[in-house]
């Protein structure tokens, strides 16, 4: 039998496996250091300064401007 590889957890954006040493973990999911980053600016994230709508990770700029403005009840908040 051919020996098994690749059994780790995948990652939520590129889909390949994460290993222990690059894993970042956030809300239950699992992530590379590298593929950890908003998907706006592209700037790389840690736990401290992330959000995640939907399972759509942000920096905290961008997740104030595409996520809290469209949920508030104000329409002036939202443009």
Do not use: W
Request: include cysteine.
């Amino acid at each position: 039998m051919p020996p098994k590889f690749g059994g780790g957890n995948k990652c939520d954006i590129c889909q390949k496996t994460v290993y222990q040493a690059e894993q970042q973990e956030a809300g239950g999911r699992y992530f590379h250091k590298l593929c950890f980053k908003c998907s706006i600016c592209k700037m790389s994230l840690k736990l401290d300064n992330y959000a995640q709508a939907e399972g759509v990770l942000y920096c905290k700029k961008h997740y104030q401007e595409k996520v809290v403005a469209c949920n508030t009840q104000d329409p002036a908040a939202a443009m």
